[in-house]
C-alpha cells in the first residue's frame, strides 16, 4: 500500500482539545522512540548509525533520527530483509521505495497537565510469573503492540478480580525526562468500573516520585480513550501518526 493512499485512509483526529504549548520542533516527545533508544532504554535495543530498534521480544517499535535516506538505510539493516516494526511519527510516514506500509493510522499523543496521581493499595506490581496473564489480557482487549518482556520496559500495575487479571497498565518508552503510560486495558467484564482510571493514576504516581512526567498514546478514533485521559488531567499535545512497516525484501 502506498503512503499516499494511507494517508487518505487515515482515520481524522475529533477531540476538541487543543494543543497544549510544547510543539517546538525538534521536541524530544516527537521522536519518542528514538530519544528513549539512545536514553534511558538504550539496555533494551541496539542503536546502528541513525536508526535504532528494541529487542524483538521486548518491543516492535523502531525509530530514526531524521529522515533521510542513510537514516532509513540505516533502519532497513537493523530489521534485515523483510523484517518489520511500528513507527510513529508526527507527519505522515513516508518511507523510501521498496518498503511497504503494511497498516497504520493516527492519533493523539497527550501529557500530565494536572493528573491527580495517587497510589492505589488494591493494585498488584505485575513480574514475570505474571507474563501468562498479562499476555492472555492483553490478546482480550488488544491495547497495542505487547512482546513477552515488554514488561522489561518499567512498572506494570494490574488489578484482580479473585485470581483473574482484568485490567493492567504501565511504561513503554522512556525519552529523558519522560515516562509514556502504555498497555492500558481492562476485560470487558469489567469495564465501566473505573479500573482504566485508578491504573494510570497509579502509573503516573510512580512517574511523579521518580521527578518526570506522564504521556501517553491514543488512537485518533478511541473518544472513550481521550475523554477518559482528558478527565484524569492529561493534556492533547498534538497528533501522531503511526505505521506498521515492512523493510525491503
Do not use: K
Not at 483526529?13 to 538504550?42: C, F, K, Q
Not at 538505510?73 to 523510501?96: H, I, K, M, Q, Y
Amino acid at each position: 500500500m502506498s503512503s499516499e493512499l494511507l494517508e487518505n485512509r487515515m482515520p481524522r483526529v475529533t477531540t476538541d482539545a487543543r494543543p497544549i504549548a510544547e510543539t517546538g520542533s525538534g521536541h524530544v516527545l516527537d521522536n519518542i522512540v528514538w530519544e528513549s533508544l539512545v536514553g534511558p532504554n538504550r539496555h533494551l535495543g541496539e542503536v546502528s548509525g541513525l536508526a535504532a530498534r528494541y529487542d524483538p521480544q521486548v518491543a516492535a517499535f523502531a525509530g530514526i533520527a531524521e529522515d533521510s535516506p542513510q537514516a532509513w538505510a540505516d533502519l532497513a539493516g537493523l530489521l534485515g530483509p523483510a523484517g518489520t516494526c511500528f513507527f510513529t511519527s508526527p507527519r505522515p510516514v513516508r518511507p523510501p521505495v521498496g518498503w511497504e506500509i503494511l497498516g497504520g493510522g493516527e492519533g493523539v499523543q497527550m501529557v500530565d497537565a494536572g493528573v491527580v496521581a495517587v497510589p492505589d493499595a488494591d493494585v498488584a506490581v505485575l513480574g514475570p510469573d505474571d507474563i501468562p496473564e498479562i499476555l492472555d489480557l492483553i490478546a482480550r482487549t488488544q491495547p497495542g503492540p505487547f512482546e513477552p518482556r515488554t514488561i522489561e520496559m518499567g512498572t506494570y500495575l494490574g488489578i484482580r478480580a479473585g485470581d483473574r487479571l482484568v485490567a493492567m497498565a504501565g511504561e513503554r518508552n522512556h525519552p529523558l525526562g519522560w515516562t509514556e503510560i502504555s498497555a492500558v486495558c481492562t476485560d470487558a467484564d469489567f469495564r465501566g468500573q473505573g479500573l482504566a482510571g485508578r491504573l494510570v493514576r497509579a502509573v503516573t504516581y510512580g512517574i511523579d516520585q521518580r521527578g518526570e512526567r506522564a504521556l501517553l498514546h491514543a488512537s485518533g478514533t478511541n473518544e472513550n480513550a481521550i475523554r477518559l485521559y482528558r478527565s484524569l488531567g492529561f493534556a492533547l499535545r498534538r497528533t501522531t501518526n503511526f505505521a506498521h512497516l515492512r523493510a525491503p525484501g
